[in-house]
């Protein structure tokens, strides 16, 4: 009997080991990933400009009702900016990133929003890193957005606050090419 209360706690642990291996995913979607020099990418960090064609910009809230983007097959397109600093080496989360969604309507050659107005594209801002309290989606209220976009690619100026938590990027302009 002593035995099997030895055992017991030695089959609950390798009961949970996690699997391991390669995962596969089917999903097709035509994005195009910039990677290039920025004009207001902070020196402490990388910046790169993602655009997902044929797709929509949905807004979900958790369990929690914390915020989330979720893209869906539309004929639009999503602009996803990322801001990504690197923590020191031998961190577990140390990572600090930003990242800015909005979508660009079908069929839209100019766009101008500014403040309240800014819902309309579904403009978001995330904070990621390991800080309590402030990690999360943000819907972004305060700022003004410009969008050019032609058959060679889509320029874009938005200058924005963050209301509701700090933030290390407020002004972007990229030009992407299509």
């Known amino acids: 009997m002593k035995a099997l209360y030895f055992l017991f706690p030695l089959l609950l642990v390798n009961a949970c080991k996690t699997q391991t291996g390669t995962v596969n995913s089917s999903e097709n979607t035509a994005m195009e990933q910039i990677d290039n020099q920025t004009t207001n990418c902070p020196n402490e960090g990388t910046c790169s400009v993602t655009v997902h064609k044929n797709k929509s910009l949905n807004i979900q809230k958790d369990g929690t009702g914390a915020l989330y983007p979720e893209m869906v097959d539309s ?15 031998g961190t577990a989360d140390g990572n600090y990133s930003e990242t800015i969604h909005f979508e660009i309507p079908e069929g839209t050659d100019h766009l101008s929003k500014e403040n309240a107005a800014l819902a309309d594209v579904k403009l ?15 819907p972004i209220t305060n700022g003004k957005l410009l969008v050019e976009k032609s058959n060679e690619g889509i320029v874009f100026d ?9 933030q290390v990027v407020s002004h972007i302009t990229e ?3 299509l």
């Open 124 to 138: 978001l801002y995330g904070k990621h890193c390991f800080c309590r309290g402030e990690a999360g989606y943000y």
């Open 75 to 89: 004929k639009n397109t999503v602009v996803e900016y990322t801001y990504l600093k690197e923590g020191p080496p």
């Open 175 to 177: 030009t992407v090419k």
């Open 158 to 166: 938005l200058k924005f606050k963050v209301e509701k938590t700090s």
